[in-house]
């Protein structure tokens, strides 16, 4: 039995924090489908943000706290 071809997508923080989650998705089922965004807990930022799917090379955005 053949499996189904998967790739994996990263879910990337809107905050900026550089924190990312791993996904596999069937390449099959979604073709021209709109691109994933949850609502996840981010443990850099301390909270629930909206996560949006991104390749990670593209990441080039430092997580900078604020100052306090």
Known sequence: MAKAQ???????????????????RNKRKNRGDKKLALKKYDPVAGKHVVFEEKKLSKLKKKYKPAAQ
């Open 6 to 24: 998967k790739e994996t997508t990263f879910l990337v923080s809107s905050e900026g924090t550089g924190f990312f989650y791993t996904i596999r």
